[in-house]
T-cell receptor, first 111, second 113 residues
C-alpha cells in the first residue's frame, strides 16, 4: 500500500516558486516526512526532512500541516536544474533508513 | 562531501552469467543499501548491511546476494543473471546517527540479454 500520494507531474516557470504537494493521511506519530529528488541519469539526492515543524534549508522549505496528513515542498526560485522527479517518503527513523520510494512527481521547470 | 562510487555505469551480460556490482563509500559509514529502480515501480530495496559481514534482506532479495567484507565496500551479486534483472541498480549509504539522509551513487544500468 502506498503511504504517500503525489501528482505524477507538475510544471513551473523558471524563477517562480515550485510547490510540490504530498498526501500522507495514514502517517504515524513517529514517522518523518522525507523529500528526495532524482535528476535524470543520477542517483537520488536528499533535500529535506521533518517530523512536525516546518523546516528550511539552503535547498528548500518543507511545510507540514498541523494534522500531519499532508506536506508541501517549496523550491522558492526554481531553476532549469531543478527539473527532476521529486519523491515524498514517510518512514520511521529506525537507524537503517529503509526508505521506500514511490513514483514521485516529475517537475518540469521551463524558461 | 560523501562519495559513493559504483564500479560500472553500464553493463551488458548474458542470461546465466554471474554478475558483481560493487559499491565503495569513503565516509566510514556503517549502513549501506542496494536498491533497484524500474519504470513505474520506483526504488525497491534489495539488501542492506549495517556492519561488516552483516546483511539484511530488503523487499525484493530473491535472485540476489550481497557481500560486505570491508566497511567501505558493499557488493551485490547476481549468481545467475536473468532478463527480469535488467534494471538500474543504486547503492546508498547513511551516516550515524542516522538522519535519514541517504547518499546515493550514480547507479549501474544492467542489461541482461
Amino acid at each position: 500500500d502506498a503511504k504517500t500520494t503525489q501528482p505524477p507531474s507538475m510544471d513551473c516557470a523558471e524563477g517562480r516558486a515550485a510547490n510540490l504537494p504530498c498526501n500522507h493521511s495514514t502517517i504515524s506519530g513517529n514517522e518523518y516526512v522525507y523529500w528526495y529528488r532524482q535528476i535524470h541519469s543520477q542517483g537520488p539526492q536528499y533535500i529535506i526532512h521533518g517530523l512536525k515543524n516546518n523546516e528550511t534549508n539552503e535547498m528548500a522549505s518543507l511545510i507540514i500541516t498541523e494534522d500531519r496528513k499532508s506536506s508541501t515542498l517549496i523550491l522558492p526560485h526554481a531553476t532549469l536544474r531543478d527539473t527532476a522527479v521529486y519523491y515524498c517518503i514517510v518512514a520511521v527513523n529506525s537507524g537503517y533508513s529503509t526508505l521506500t520510494f514511490g513514483k514521485g512527481t516529475m517537475l518540469l521547470v521551463s524558461p | 562531501d560523501v562519495k559513493v562510487t559504483q564500479s560500472s555505469r553500464y553493463l551488458v551480460k548474458r542470461t546465466g552469467e554471474k554478475v558483481f556490482l560493487e559499491c565503495v563509500q569513503d565516509m566510514d559509514h556503517e549502513n549501506m543499501f542496494w536498491y533497484r529502480q524500474d519504470p513505474g515501480l520506483g526504488l525497491r530495496l534489495i539488501y542492506f548491511s549495517y556492519d561488516v559481514k552483516m546483511k539484511e534482506k530488503g523487499d525484493i532479495p530473491e535472485g540476489y546476494s550481497v557481500s560486505r567484507e570491508k566497511k567501505e565496500r558493499f557488493s551485490l551479486i547476481l549468481e545467475s543473471a536473468s532478463t527480469n534483472q535488467t534494471s538500474m541498480y543504486l547503492c546508498a549509504t547513511v551516516g550515524q546517527p542516522d538522519t535519514g539522509e541517504l547518499f546515493f551513487g550514480e547507479g549501474s544500468r544492467l542489461t541482461v540479454l
